[in-house]
C-alpha cells in the first residue's frame, strides 16, 4: 500500500525554503523538464515584467526552473502485499515456532497462521470505486485471465471496463513508451518501495521482429505493477496518441 497522508511538498519548494530535507534519492524520484525556464507571459504589466525579469536569473542559478513540459506522467500506486510478506516469513523461518518459557526453555511448537494466497475481489472493487470518487476514472484495463467477475462487477458500478492483452502485439508499443518515460526522467512515481522493488526484478522477453515485453517467467520475483503501468500506458496510447500530462491510477 502506497503512502498516506498529505502530498509531499516539491523539492522545488523545499529548495526555496532552505530546507535540508533535499536528498539525491528524492531528486531521482521526481519528473525533471527539460533545463531552462518559461517565457514571460504576454499579458503581464510593465511592473510585473520587471520583476520577472529580476526574479528569473536568481531562480535559474538554484537549478529549480524549467521549461514548461507537458509529457510528465504521475503513477498513483497501491499494491496488496502484506501476504507477501508472511509468505516469505514462513519461507524463511518455517511452519513452526518454539513457545518458551522465562528461562528459554522449550514448552512447545505452535504453527503460524495460514497464508491465505486468494485475491479479495470485494476489496479491490471497493478500492478502485473509492479512487473513481476521488479521481474520476476514465477506464480500467485489465488482463482477461481471472478477472471475469470482477470485469462485471464493475462495469454494474458504471466504470468502464477494457481487456488488455499481454502478447507482443499489444505490450510492445507502451513497453517501449515506458522506456523512454523513465529514461528521460518524466515517470513521477515518489520513490514507491513495492514499485521499485519490481522494476528490480524485471526481464524483458524479445522476438525475431524486434517486439518486447515484460516477461514474468523470465523475471526474478513479481513484476505485476511494471506490467499494470505498461496496460495503463496502452491504453492512452491509443485513446491520445501520445502520452500527455496526467494521473495513470492502478490497484
Same mark, same amino acid.
Given at each position: ?13 523545499? !529548495? ?5 530535507? #533535499? ?5 531521482? /524520484? ?29 531562480? /535559474? ?6 521549461? @514548461?513540459?507537458? +509529457? ?11 501476504? *507477501? !510478506? ?9 511452519? &513452526?515456532?518454539? @513457545? *518458551?518459557?522465562?528461562? $528459554?526453555? #522449550? ?7 495460514? =497464508?491465505?494466497? #486468494?485475491?479479495?475481489?470485494? =476489496? ?21 485471465? +481471472? ?13 468502464? %471496463? ?19 518515460? %523513465?529514461?528521460?526522467? *518524466? ?6 518501495? =513495492?514499485?521499485?522493488?519490481?522494476? /528490480? +526484478?524485471?526481464? #524483458? ?5 524486434? +517486439? ?14 511494471? %506490467?499494470?503501468? %505498461?496496460?495503463?500506458? $496502452?491504453? &492512452? ?9 496526467? @494521473?495513470?491510477?492502478?490497484?
Amino acid at each position: 500500500m502506497g503512502r498516506r497522508g498529505p502530498a509531499p511538498t516539491p523539492t522545488n519548494i523545499l !529548495k526555496l525554503r532552505g530546507s535540508t530535507l #533535499v536528498t539525491e534519492r528524492r531528486l531521482r /524520484s521526481e519528473v525533471k523538464g527539460p533545463i531552462g525556464h518559461p517565457d514571460c507571459p504576454a499579458w503581464l504589466d510593465e511592473d510585473a515584467r520587471a520583476m520577472w525579469d529580476k526574479l528569473i536569473p536568481q531562480l /535559474s542559478a538554484m537549478g529549480i526552473l524549467s521549461r @514548461i513540459d507537458g +509529457n510528465a506522467l504521475a503513477r498513483y500506486c497501491r499494491f496488496w502485499s502484506r501476504w *507477501k !510478506k508472511a509468505e516469505d516469513f514462513i519461507t524463511e523461518r518455517g511452519e &513452526m515456532y518454539p @513457545i *518458551k518459557d522465562d528461562q $528459554g526453555n #522449550v514448552k512447545c511448537f505452535q504453527q503460524w497462521p495460514q =497464508v491465505a494466497n #486468494v485475491i479479495d475481489y470485494d =476489496v479491490i472493487r471497493r478500492r478502485i470505486n473509492e479512487l473513481n470518487q476521488r479521481f474520476g476514472i476514465r477506464e480500467i484495463a485489465i488482463d482477461p485471465w +481471472n478477472a471475469t467477475q470482477l470485469s462485471v462487477q464493475l462495469q454494474g458500478d458504471g466504470l468502464e %471496463v477494457v481487456t488488455f492483452g499481454q502478447g507482443f502485439k499489444d505490450m510492445t508499443a507502451p513497453s517501449k513508451e515506458l522506456e523512454k518515460l %523513465v529514461m528521460s526522467g *518524466k515517470l513521477r512515481h515518489g520513490g514507491h518501495p =513495492v514499485l521499485r522493488w519490481m522494476a /528490480s +526484478n524485471v526481464a #524483458v522477453e524479445t522476438d525475431a521482429a524486434g +517486439n518486447l515485453k515484460p516477461s514474468k517467467k523470465k523475471s526474478t520475483e513479481r513484476i505485476d505493477g511494471i %506490467v499494470a503501468t %505498461v496496460m495503463a500506458l $496502452g491504453r &492512452m496510447l491509443l485513446d491520445e496518441g501520445e502520452c500527455e500530462a496526467g @494521473i495513470m491510477i492502478i490497484g
